[in-house]
């Protein structure tokens, strides 16, 4: 058809970029002609990065093989996020990939979880959890098919150098036809008559044309928000960190399939174990503390030696006010920016090229495929923002005027239907297109502190003597399963070892 996109321009690099350069390529092959704009000149934050599951689905997508990329990108596997003092000082938690247990025809095992809690004959969460308690053992195995035993329902995503990913993911590209351009864009060009970007500008005079331009250019949005005017809708009031400091250090031993998140008087830690060292930052809110005093406190928390200057990034927590507006989608941090706690930058990147795959324009740009894109990204940023503010919000911690406001604080209705909901029975529902799964709201909510009053009543069609026993079961088998897992560090040893 003569209307088909011809011609697509992105601009920016990094893991956003690149990402969208290899996915285009890959599904659209050399049917339409992909450029890459980006500048040595502009860095990137290229801080180790942390994701979740579906990010398996994107390599696969790609064709990259798991051992090369682990390989490639220096880095290790994931089993979920541990939670230190984010309820009270000196509780842990854990928010493991993978599932609880598993429900029991209509009956959910957390409706059993919690009628036996409240009989005070249950076992803690993690006991029926292959993933945490893998982790808590430092082990690991990928998931075995075919079986009908924990080893089956193994969740894993990946810790990574994120500058390595979008070297990997740009050799890719490449190989499918992508031309890459070095240059700065100085000027963005609308055409006159229905306000589409015509063209940008670079600093040595070359014109970049295309039928659809994707901006990957940063926090700034060069083209969704300085020419296009997209707006942004700011979250910090809810979730107020908007400084992060930044450090790699030295390993100290072998690394965990987890990524820690330690939380401090006016924000928080994560830890993030790679092959070659640990990624360590501090993310926080400085109405409440300064940039020295954010980064003595991450230096102080350093397992090893730190390997580099500190690093200081400035941002604000929120989402454009429309993602595609006439001929621009934005990913990345063009698009917005969510608090780092559990590690969904990199998919939401993914999220938005599936959607721009599965709604790709014609050159006459139709009204109703922008409006279903933008909301369907808006919730999906509004699900991530609601998950986020729980970990903030729900907590006993009083020793700071930050702790003391976040917990005081008024939550979207979203949040607290779903509060208001757990509070009663511990139900726990995932909305259609809900990134996070009933384990991972059921991990957080009991890990901060939230208790149900009653249960599910499906729960009591099963006699409790009977429930015990099958969740009995369930414990037995995982702490089993648990040792046929290896450590963490000779599995990677074994299968994918950077040179």
């Given amino acids: 058809m003569s209307d088909q996109i011809r011609t697509i321009a992105i601009i920016g690099g990094g893991s956003a970029g690149w990402m969208a350069a290899a996915a285009l390529a890959r599904v659209l092959g050399r049917a339409v002609a992909i450029t890459l704009v980006e500048s040595e000149e502009i860095g990137t934050i290229g801080v180790g990065e942390?994701?979740?599951?579906?990010?398996?689905?994107?390599?696969?997508?790609?064709?990259?093989?798991?051992s090369e990329f682990v390989?490639?990108?220096?880095?290790?596997?994931?089993?979920?996020?541990?939670f230190l003092n984010w309820w009270r000082s000196g509780h842990r938690y854990f928010h493991p990939f993978g599932v609880y247990g598993h429900d029991f025809g209509p009956?959910?095992?957390?409706?059993?979880?919690?009628?036996?809690?409240?009989?005070?004959?249950?076992?803690?969460?993690?006991?029926?959890?292959?993933?945490?308690?893998?982790?808590?053992?430092?082990?690991?195995?990928?998931?075995?098919?075919?079986?009908?035993?924990?080893?089956?329902?193994?969740?894993?995503?990946?810790?990574?150098?994120?500058?390595?990913?979008?070297a990997l993911l740009r050799r890719h590209a490449e190989a499918s036809g992508v031309t890459r351009r070095e240059g700065r864009v100085i000027d963005v060009l609308l055409e006159a008559e229905r306000g589409h970007i015509e063209a940008v500008q670079l600093a040595d005079g070359t014109r970049i044309e295309a039928d659809l331009f994707?901006?990957?250019?940063?926090?700034?949005?060069?083209?969704?928000?300085?020419?296009?005017?997209?707006?942004?809708?700011?979250w910090s009031h809810w979730l107020p960190n908007d400084r992060a400091v930044t450090v790699p250090s030295a390993n100290i031993g072998p690394p965990t399939p987890f990524t820690r998140s330690t939380a401090h008087g006016a924000g928080w830690q994560w830890r993030i174990p790679l092959q070659h060292r640990t990624g360590n930052g501090h993310v926080y809110s400085s109405r409440y503390l300064s940039d020295d005093e954010a980064m003595s406190v991450l230096l102080s928390h350093l397992d090893g030696e730190a390997l580099a200057e500190p690093r200081m990034l400035r941002f604000q927590t929120g989402r454009r006010g429309a993602f595609w507006v006439k001929n621009c989608i934005a990913l990345g941090l063009a698009s917005g920016f969510m608090e780092p706690l559990e590690s969904t930058s990199i998919h939401l990147v993914q999220a938005g090229i599936a959607r721009l795959l599965e709604m790709l324009p014609t050159r006459r740009f139709e009204p109703a495929d922008i409006r279903r894109y933008n909301r369907l990204m808006t919730a999906e940023f509004e699900s991530i923002r609601d998950f986020l503010i729980l970990h903030f919000h729900a907590t006993e911690r009083t020793d700071t005027d930050y702790w003391r406001e976040l917990a005081a604080m008024s939550v979207p209705d979203s949040l607290r239907e779903r509060m208001l909901i757990y509070a009663e029975t511990g139900r726990i529902f995932r909305e259609a297109d809900d990134l996070f799964t009933k384990t991972s709201w059921l991990a957080v909510m009991d890990g901060q502190g939230l208790h149900a009053r009653s249960y599910d009543p499906l729960a009591g069609a099963m006699?409790?003597?009977?429930?015990?026993?099958?969740?009995?079961?369930?414990?037995?088998?995982t702490r089993a399963a648990v040792q046929h897992m290896i450590p963490h560090g000779d599995f990677i040893a074994r299968y994918c070892a950077a040179v």
């Fill in 463 to 477: 006699p409790l003597d009977e429930a015990q026993a099958r969740l009995d079961r369930i414990a037995a088998v």
């Fill in 71 to 82: 390989r490639a990108t220096k880095g290790t596997f994931k089993l979920g996020i541990e």
């Fill in 107 to 166: 009956i959910p095992f957390e409706g059993l979880w919690h009628r036996l809690r409240q009989a005070g004959r249950v076992q803690p969460l993690d006991h029926y959890s292959i993933c945490a308690m893998g982790a808590a053992a430092g082990r690991f195995a990928r998931p075995q098919p075919g079986g009908n035993n924990p080893l089956t329902h193994i969740g894993y995503a990946y810790h990574f150098d994120a500058g390595l990913y979008a």
């Fill in 50 to 66: 942390a994701t979740i599951p579906p990010i398996q689905a994107f390599n696969a997508l790609l064709g990259i093989d798991e």
């Fill in 214 to 234: 994707i901006d990957c250019s940063g926090f700034r949005g060069l083209l969704i928000a300085d020419a296009l005017g997209a707006g942004f809708e700011d």
